[in-house]
């Protein structure tokens, strides 16, 4: 019981996270539930809650069709290898996972904080979110965690923040479903988890309307300073869980 009631608050913390910054479900729902669950099953928990999750903030604000048609050819790069790359999930130790992802998420947006003026023209866009969508393609079908190229890249484009929140969103969502197909194709994600994933989709949601909330009161300013604090304060905890 004590574990099912920590792995529930756990679910809405991200999901709550996600309402308000849109993102930080993965972040923080994988090393949560890693210590009850390990990284596979943690993983196969959150794979509903992510998809449905994104597909909600993927439609909002009515800006979908114009960041899809943007952010196409990463998209569909970050599928193809999500998929693919799910052969060589959970072959590579735990704390390595862990400590090189951790390091990429204090490194990376760090640098883009403190950098503002690194900026990403739309003529480099086709090439270079190419190559994002690759690499985080890599990382998320080896680890679930496509986060720190995307968040990056994202921090570069300086996108307003309704367009952020979709297209980071967005990004995600067809990450997690390269990653749900390539799980389902290696017979890691059966019946039974995918009947505790959609389960789990209901402290995610609930925990999602109210950062939703909640994001309505928080200015640009303080929006860039969360998603900041959200990929250092994970970073941190992955280097520590590494350790």
Same mark, same amino acid.
């Given at each position: 019981?004590?574990?099912?009631?920590?792995?529930?608050?756990?679910?809405f913390?991200?999901?709550?996270?996600?309402?308000?910054?849109?993102?930080?479900?993965?972040?923080?729902?994988?090393?949560?539930?890693?210590?009850?669950?390990?990284?596979?099953?943690?993983?196969?928990?959150l794979?509903?809650?992510?998809?449905?999750?994104?597909?909600?903030?993927?439609?909002?604000?009515?800006?979908?069709?114009?960041?899809?048609?943007?952010?196409?050819?990463?998209?569909?790069?970050?599928?193809?290898?999500?998929?693919?790359?799910?052969?060589?999930?959970?072959?590579?130790?735990?704390?390595?996972?862990?400590?090189?992802?951790?390091?990429a998420?204090?490194?990376?947006?760090?640098?883009?904080?403190?950098?503002?003026?690194?900026?990403?023209?739309?003529?480099?866009?086709? =090439?270079?979110?190419?190559?994002?969508?690759?690499?985080?393609?890599?990382?998320?079908?080896?680890?679930?965690?496509?986060?720190?190229?995307?968040?990056?890249?994202?921090?570069?484009?300086?996108?307003?923040?309704?367009?952020?929140?979709?297209?980071?969103?967005?990004?995600?969502?067809?990450?997690?479903?390269?990653?749900?197909?390539?799980?389902?194709?290696?017979?890691?994600?059966?019946?039974?988890?995918?009947?505790?994933?959609?389960?789990?989709?209901?402290?995610?949601?609930?925990?999602? =309307?109210?950062?939703?909330?909640?994001?309505?009161?928080?200015?640009?300013?303080?929006?860039?300073?969360?998603?900041?604090?959200?990929?250092?304060?994970?970073?941190?905890?992955?280097?520590?869980r590494?350790l």
């Open positions: 019981m004590t574990s099912f009631i920590y792995c529930v608050l756990a679910l913390v991200g999901g709550a996270l996600k309402g308000v910054v849109g993102l930080g479900l993965p972040l923080v729902g994988v090393p949560l539930l890693t210590f009850p669950l390990g990284l596979e099953g943690a993983v196969s928990i794979v509903l809650p992510i998809i449905v999750s994104n597909i909600a903030q993927s439609f909002a604000a009515g800006l979908f069709p114009s960041v899809a048609r943007r952010f196409f050819p990463l998209l569909a790069v970050l599928f193809c290898v999500t998929a693919i790359s799910t052969r060589g999930f959970n072959l590579l130790p735990e704390r390595g996972l862990f400590g090189v992802v951790g390091a998420l204090v490194v990376f947006p760090t640098v883009a904080y403190l950098r503002p003026t690194i900026r990403v023209s739309r003529e480099q866009e086709p =090439w270079l979110g190419t190559l994002v969508g690759a690499v985080a393609g890599v990382l998320a079908g080896v680890s679930s965690m496509p986060g720190p190229p995307l968040m990056i890249y994202l921090a570069c484009l300086r996108l307003p923040k309704n367009e952020f929140v979709v297209a980071v969103s967005l990004m995600f969502l067809v990450a997690q479903v390269g990653l749900g197909l390539g799980l389902i194709g290696l017979s890691k994600t059966g019946p039974l988890e995918l009947s505790l994933s959609a389960a789990a989709c209901i402290p995610v949601l609930a925990g999602m =309307w109210l950062g939703s909330k909640a994001r309505l009161r928080v200015s640009d300013r303080v929006f860039s300073v969360l998603v900041f604090a959200t990929y250092l304060l994970t970073g941190v905890s992955f280097l520590v590494a």
